[in-house]
């Protein structure tokens, strides 16, 4: 889902240069992955970078064809009119999610990189009786502006278009989630050569502004 945004915005611009019409299922990542597993028959998945290598092991996708398209950075969000919270750096953001009454997070990389992260700190248990896991396909942010969790954490591409809540910006950067999207073509694919240029395309240049708009950047 952090990805639905900018891929609807980048194939209304390579549908707009003449590109071979493509159609695009925007569905929770976890899902994504089930379906594709499961045999269900797509020309291109989209997916973060280690999810879709898991699924070319499988045999799910053309062997070589997986194509680093974005990068992505997590970030954190209160309720809108909630106090300031200061997450600036390591030990403020340590605070903050010692002092949130609940915390969300997703069921995406992002989620597993933060419990990840809760780990390393040694606090897994300590937070574990308030932190709210979304359900997959449902923002973190929709969570926060509903008020049923007090600092949420999610992809910034997922964030920035919500409304009723405050952006507190990325996590700092010695406890940074970064997260590479990339896309790939499915074993039951008939048209391999438009797909490689749709990739070919995406990763390009012609798409850079579009990902910085969207809370991404270039992958590198």
């Known amino acids: 889902m952090a990805t639905k945004r900018l891929l609807g915005e980048m194939l209304a611009l390579w549908h707009a240069q003449g590109g071979t019409p493509v159609q695009i299922e925007s569905v929770g990542g976890v899902d994504a992955a ?17 999810a879709l290598t898991k699924l070319g092991q499988s045999g799910c996708l053309r062997p070589g064809s997986q194509r680093a398209l974005a990068l992505s950075l997590v970030a954190a969000a209160v309720p809108q ?5 200061e997450i600036g750096d390591e030990q ?8 949130a009454a609940s915390i ?16 390393h ?42 409304p009723g809540i405050t952006l507190l ?34 990763a390009g240049p012609q798409t850079a502004a579009l990902k910085q708009r969207e809370g991404m950047a270039p992958a590198p």
Not at 111 to 119: D, N, R
Not at 177 to 201: D, K, N, P, W, Y
């Open 34 to 50: 089930r379906r594709v597993q499961a045999g269900e028959a797509f020309d291109l998945v989209f997916l973060a970078d280690d």
């Open 81 to 85: 009119g909630a106090a300031a919270v």
């Open 92 to 99: 403020r953001l340590r605070q903050a999610i010692a002092a």
């Open 104 to 119: 969300g997070y997703s069921t995406g990389p992002s989620g597993v990189a933060l419990q990840a992260l809760f780990a």
């Open 121 to 162: 700190w040694g606090v897994s248990e300590a937070v574990a009786a308030k932190t709210v896991q979304a359900p997959p396909g449902v923002p973190v942010g929709e969570l926060v502006a509903l008020g049923k969790v007090a600092l949420g954490f999610q992809q910034l591409s997922e964030l920035i278009h919500v």
């Open 169 to 202: 910006g990325l996590l700092p950067e010695s406890v940074a989630i970064r997260t590479v999207f990339s896309g790939a073509i499915g074993q039951a694919c008939a048209q391999t050569e438009q797909a490689e240029r749709l990739l070919a395309f995406m």
